[in-house]
T-cell receptor, first 115, second 109 residues
Framework: IAGITQAPTSQILAAGRRMTLRCTQD?????MYWYRQDLGLGLRLIHY???????GKGEVPDGYSVSRANTDDFPLTLASAVPSQTSVYFC??????????????FGPGTRLTVL | GQNIDQPTEMTATEGAIVQINCTYQ??????LFWYQQHAGEAPTFLSY??LDGLEEKGRFSSFLSRSKGYSYLLLKELQMKDSASYLC??????????WGAGTKLIIKP
């Protein structure tokens, strides 16, 4: 693995179903993030984790949950999907040892459609 | 709260120069970032400004004026591959990135 991977690449999901989006990084970055990107809107932060074992809520956390059991993995779970969660989801990571750099590295994204 | 504004779309000619502006309002500031995002792909980091002035990196330069809440990204010698969206983002007092909606840049031959 080089960088950040996300799975699946795309998914069509029935409303009410549970879904977990996977994210794995091999850069040993402490900080990880989940964003959603919708047409005409900027990236919006869903949840973040500054280090393994800790998580925090972003701008739009409702309907989503995350866990950070180790440094590499940061899965995002939709407990009961709704059509408004149709979006492109990006996972990102950064080296929080130097926050002032702020450079975030992004995964390729997951395109999720909830019907 | 925070607010970021940038034009929705711009058009420029191959070989020319284009300036993409970004204005912002924020109560806490730890830097201004520019990212490039090609259609269907992930954003990639372009530049970072935390002090006033111009940062040059090859064909791309980024400028910041903190007192005016203003930044721009300058792209020189435009190439067709520069057709992409350019995202302005500010780092707030919690070291989180707040993103603008992006400027779609269309390059014409």
């Amino acid at each position: 693995i080089a960088g950040i991977t996300q799975a699946p690449t795309s998914q069509i999901l029935a409303a009410g179903r549970r879904m977990t989006l996977r994210c794995t990084q091999d850069m040993r970055h402490n900080a990880m993030y989940w964003y959603r990107q919708d047409l005409g809107l900027g990236l919006r932060l869903i949840h973040y984790s500054n280090t393994a074992g800790t998580t925090g809520k972003g701008e739009v956390p409702d309907g989503y949950s995350v866990s950070r059991a180790n440094t590499d993995d940061f899965p995002l779970t939709l407990a009961s999907a709704v059509p408004s969660q149709t979006s492109v989801y990006f996972c990102a990571s950064s080296d929080s040892a130097d926050r002032s750099l702020g450079e975030q590295f992004f995964g390729p994204g997951t395109r999720l459609t909830v019907l | 709260g925070q607010n970021i504004d940038q034009p929705t779309e711009m058009t420029a000619t191959e070989g020319a120069i284009v300036q993409i502006n970004c204005t912002y309002q924020t109560s806490g500031f730890n830097g201004l970032f520019w990212y490039q995002q090609h259609a269907g792909e992930a954003p990639t980091f372009l530049s970072y400004n935390v002090l006033d002035g111009l940062e040059e990196k090859g064909r791309f330069s980024s400028f910041l004026s903190r007192s005016k809440g203003y930044s721009y990204l300058l792209l020189k010698e435009l190439q067709m591959k520069d057709s992409a969206s350019y995202l302005c983002a500010l780092m707030d007092s919690n070291y989180q990135l707040i993103w603008g909606a992006g400027t779609k840049l269309i390059i014409k031959p």
